[in-house]
């Protein structure tokens, strides 16, 4: 008797472990649509109907491999509206005897299939899965015993173990890190090239139609739609990055400009994180860039270590916390999340890009997530398991293993410091120093308080006054306040009246 073997909507591989142990002549395949992934949060309407369209191509190019594949769609009639549920019919339908399944990217998920084989009595089988570098055992044994994790040191190990940029034992170039070289602010006039777009096909036009009509009240703009929905167009696109933008990617990583939603970067991830592109391929292509000339070092080493370093980093520390990661709170703040958020309606220029190149594109790249939405949110003192869903929600790239590790951990901190070794919190100045947004803004960024001065200002001194005592033991942290209790009280007060003011309004 064959087994049925579970696709999932992130699992678009056909190097999929579950796959390699399978039997085309007695297995069957499920991939489903289903309602209770695509509502566990309001998804982006992109991000739904990306993932759909991919595993619809995805499922004839597993039978074009002479799998069966049984295959549910969002609105066929008697879809259960859950993977176990689909599971269980499947099991059903075809007479088979268990599961074998890739172990989910979500903690949720994997729990949900694993309480339901236990109660169903159904034999399953979990695999690793073997798309990351790093396996979950071997995250917790590098962090065994370790004071403090940090990702530099993993990633020279990921550089060891992967042979990536290294010449024999020694990093390229000497150095393990080029960053020193990069954080340019960019210059509205630059030449960038935008990530390729490619026209839905007759397959992805059915999709959208089927988001249109089934999710209407779901997050962003659904067209225009330009996403790659196949392994070939993923393909496509890493190769247009690896030859247009990447050889400025390490000089501008951190640099923001009004109307420029890539700039230089690679825009892969949602390939990478659904399945389409794996990491080696995609640093073994950059790092060919290095070695034929293409590209300098700081671009490749940068790029690289994003990739084998922090993405295996933060996954490891995912699964390292699970459960109980998305809940922690360790500035016990409790605000809501301010509407703006979902409708990008903002006098604040740099929230109103980042959040409308989101609405629009499904995407912000690093530094508009960590120092415009996050750092906003953080300072307002906002719920940190709301700004999560709401990152959760937005991105096309977004999944809970990549994303709550970045906005618990990196954005904020509300782990206390597993992750990063210091809260990114910042005021006006940094947006100002790293974009060209500010000259646009209503506010001023110079402004330090009253009206018509930059919210991020009086802000972060709140926010710093407010968890001085849990901060203030941070060396990284003890200069900022020696800064504030230099200040006058008449200037602290100011301060502190500004952000009362502003926190006041926010939520009208
Ligand atoms: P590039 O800038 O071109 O970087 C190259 C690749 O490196 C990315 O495709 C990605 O795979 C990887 N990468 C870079 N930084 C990180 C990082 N910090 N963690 C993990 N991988 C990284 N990334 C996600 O994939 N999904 C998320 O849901 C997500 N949420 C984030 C939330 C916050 C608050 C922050 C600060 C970062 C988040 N990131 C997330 C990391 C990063 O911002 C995105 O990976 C990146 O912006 C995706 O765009 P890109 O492909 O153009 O990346
Ligand atoms: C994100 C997502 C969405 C929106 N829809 C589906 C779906 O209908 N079917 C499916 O198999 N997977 C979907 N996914 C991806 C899953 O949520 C993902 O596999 C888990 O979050 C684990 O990473
Ligand atoms: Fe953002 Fe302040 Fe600059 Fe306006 S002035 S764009 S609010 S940092």
Redesign the pocket.
């Known amino acids: 008797v064959g087994r049925l073997v579970v696709v999932l909507g992130d699992q678009l591989s056909l190097e999929l472990a579950a796959l390699k142990a399978a039997d085309p002549a007695r297995d069957v395949i499920l991939m489903a649509e289903v309602a209770a992934e695509a509502s566990y949060v309001p998804h982006h309407k992109k991000k739904v109907a990306f993932l759909f369209a991919a595993m619809r191509h995805h499922a004839e190019a597993l039978r074009a491999e002479g799998w069966r594949v049984h295959y549910t769609r969002y609105d066929d009639a008697d879809n259960s509206g859950t993977l176990v549920g689909e599971m269980g019919r499947a099991l059903a339908t075809y007479h088979l005897s268990g599961v074998r399944i890739c172990a989910p990217g979500e903690y949720r998920l994997k729990a949900e299939i694993a309480e339901w084989a236990a109660a169903q009595q159904v034999p399953l089988t979990m695999l690793k899965d073997d798309r990351f570098l790093c396996s979950e055992a071997e995250f917790q044994s590098w962090a065994k015993g370790r004071k403090q994790l940090r990702m530099e040191y993993f990633y020279r190990d990921m550089r060891r173990k992967t042979g990536l940029l290294m010449a024999g034992t020694e990093p390229e170039g000497g150095r393990w890190n080029y960053d020193a070289e990069n954080r340019k602010a960019a210059q509205a006039d630059i030449f960038m090239p935008r990530p390729l777009t490619f026209a839905p096909d007759a397959v992805t036009q059915e999709v959208l139609e089927l988001v249109e009509r089934h999710l209407p009240q779901n997050f962003g703009e659904l067209h225009p739609f330009g996403f790659a929905t196949t392994r070939a167009g993923a393909l496509e696109a890493l190769e247009l990055f690896a030859t247009q933008a990447l050889p400025l990617?390490g000089d501008y990583?951190d640099a923001m400009l009004s109307d420029a939603p890539?700039l230089y970067?690679?825009?892969?991830?949602q390939y990478?994180?659904a399945g389409l592109l794996g990491p080696m391929e995609i640093c073994r292509r950059v790092e060919r860039a290095y070695y034929e000339g293409h590209a300098p070092l700081n671009a490749v080493e940068g790029?690289i270590r994003?990739?084998i370093g922090?993405?295996e980093f933060?996954r490891g520390i995912y699964w390292l916390k699970m459960p109980g990661y998305t809940s922690e709170n360790f500035f016990e703040a409790s605000r809501p999340l301010p509407a703006f958020y979902w409708t990008g309606d903002t006098d604040m220029h740099c929230l109103a890009q980042a959040i409308g190149q989101t609405r629009k594109e499904a995407?912000?790249?690093?530094i508009q997530?960590?120092m415009v939405t996050?750092n906003f949110a953080m300072l307002a003192g906002v719920d940190p398991h709301a700004v999560h869903e709401w990152?959760?929600a937005v991105?096309a790239?977004?999944?809970e293993w990549?994303?709550a590790p970045?906005?618990i951990g990196?954005?904020q901190f509300a782990d206390g410091g597993v992750l990063g070794s210091k809260p990114y919190a910042a005021s006006g100045n940094y947006i100002n120093k790293m974009s060209d947004y500010c000259g646009a803004c209503r506010y001023r960024v110079a402004q330090k308080t009253g009206e018509g001065a930059c919210p991020f200002n009086a802000l972060y001194w709140d926010f710093m006054v407010r968890n001085r005592e849990k901060l203030s033991r941070n060396p990284r942290i003890g200069h900022a306040y020696r800064t504030w209790d230099r200040m006058s009280e008449g200037k602290q007060a100011e301060y502190l009246d500004s952000a009362k003011a502003l926190l006041d309004r926010l939520w009208d």
């Open positions: 990617f990583q890539f970067h690679s825009v892969l991830a990478l994180n790029y994003q990739i922090w993405r933060v995407y912000a790249h690093h997530r960590l996050g990152y959760l991105y790239d977004a999944y990549v994303e970045n906005v990196m954005s």
